[in-house]
Every structure is written in C-alpha cells, then in structure tokens.
C-alpha cells in the first residue's frame, strides 16, 4: 500500500512563499494517479488544493490557482506544492493524498498524515 | 469554497442508525460519483465509499452509500463510540474543474 508523508516548514511569514514535499513510498509515483494536495484550516472543513499527474499535468482550485505551483520528481518519487503570497487566512493543516480520477470518478485514498502550517511574523 | 451542502451535526444512540445527506448540482454530484470521507478529531481523513457506494477494503458493511440525482447520502447502522467524528462528502464538479467537498457533518454517538 502507497503511503504518504508531508514535510516542510510549520512557519511561514505573511507574503511569503509556503513549500510543501510529500515523499512517496511503498509505490511509483510514475503510476496512473493523480497526486493530490488537501488543506484544512483549524476548525473549519477542508478545501482541495490541486493535484498533478505523473506526465506534469495539473489542475488547481480556481481560488488558489493564481498562487499555486505544484511539481513532481520522478528522481526522488516526491511531489511538491508552492503557495505564494500567504496570508493568516492560509494557516491550515495541508495534507498530501492519491487521487484516482477517471470517467467522473474521482476519490482520494490514501491520505498522509498532515502538516501543520502556520502563518505569522 | 464548498459547493457540496451537508448537515452540520447528527447524533444517536449505540446501536441505532444515522444517515448524512450531501446536496450538489448537475455539475458535480448530478453527473459525476460521490465519496465519502471520515475524519476522526486529531487524524487525517479516511476513505469510507468511493463511486457512490463502494467500499474499500477494511471498511465494514455498517457504512453505505447511495446516490439520487444531485444527492447523495451516508448510512452508518450499528453506531459505535468510535464512529464518532466528522464526515466529508466529495465530488468532482465539471463546471469549476475542480474537486469539492462537503460542508461537513459532525456524528455524535449518544
């Protein structure tokens, strides 16, 4: 079974840059998924980022898709998401997951644990 | 942004049955399969049905989905304690390019 595992920076100051790896193992991140990002704020629901496919293709949140980049490294069987420009209101645990789309079936499964984010001077 | 209406809370006693319902549009439920997501308070989201109705292995028959129109609903019979936590509805939505989620409903078990 494929599994997950965010890392990057907890703390990232107002109108800066928020970078994000999440490590693949257990399968290839060349297989036919879509790598997914998923970010919840403390408190409140959760709102999908984006995700990309092993050949570069992506698709993001039409709300975030202005400051988004994600990208893959085959090398290194990790994928990553930059998020530019943060404010207070991009304080959230982000999670990494696998997605299947396909035919109007779309799922996550699985899930990495989650990296908690924080925004502030 | 969600765009996938839910209850916010359900409750019940052990044993007894609850059921969520999530509200869409033809553009994301009306023609596209529905997920459903557990999050127990503290851990990551889980896979609990996928194409409406699927369940992935390991997840017991007490969970059950349907899917009519641009609705869909959650079934967990047999409430346990430790079912208690929030549900998350999912959908991909044609119009918005985009995969929604579900407002959210928190299950109590009484």
């Known amino acids: 079974q494929v599994q997950l595992q965010e890392s990057g920076p907890g703390l990232v100051k107002p109108s800066g840059t928020l970078s994000l790896t999440c490590a693949v193992s257990?399968?290839?991140?060349?297989?036919?998924?879509?790598w997914s990002w998923v970010r919840q704020p403390p408190g409140k629901g959760l709102e999908w980022i984006g995700d990309?496919?092993?050949?570069?293709?992506?698709n993001y949140n039409p709300s975030l898709k202005s400051r988004v980049i994600m990208s893959i490294d085959k090398s290194k069987n990790h994928f990553s998401l930059k998020l530019s420009s943060v404010t207070a209101a991009d304080t959230a645990v982000y999670y990494c997951?696998?997605?299947?789309?396909?035919?109007?079936?779309?799922?996550?499964?699985?899930w990495g644990q989650g990296t908690l984010v924080t925004v502030s001077s | 942004q969600s765009v996938l209406t839910q209850p916010p809370s359900v409750s019940a006693a052990p044993g007894q049955k609850v059921t969520i319902s999530c509200s869409g549009s033809?553009?994301?439920?009306?023609?596209?399969?529905v997920s459903w997501y557990q999050q127990v308070p503290g851990t990551a989201p889980k896979l609990l049905i996928y194409?409406?109705?699927k369940r992935p292995s390991g997840i017991p028959d007490r969970f059950s989905g349907s899917k009519s129109g641009t609705s869909a609903t959650l079934g967990i019979t047999g409430l346990q304690t430790g079912d208690a936590a929030d549900y998350y509805c999912?959908?991909?939505?044609?119009?918005?390019?985009?995969?929604?989620f579900g407002t959210g409903t928190k299950v109590s078990v009484l």
């Open positions: 194409d409406n109705n």
């Open positions: 257990g399968g290839s991140i060349s297989s036919s998924s879509w």
């Open positions: 997951a696998v997605g299947y789309c396909s035919g109007g079936s779309c799922y996550l499964y699985p």
């Open positions: 033809s553009s994301s439920i009306g023609n596209n399969y």
């Open positions: 990309i496919y092993h050949s570069g293709s992506t």
């Open positions: 999912g959908s991909w939505d044609g119009s918005l390019s985009a995969y929604v």
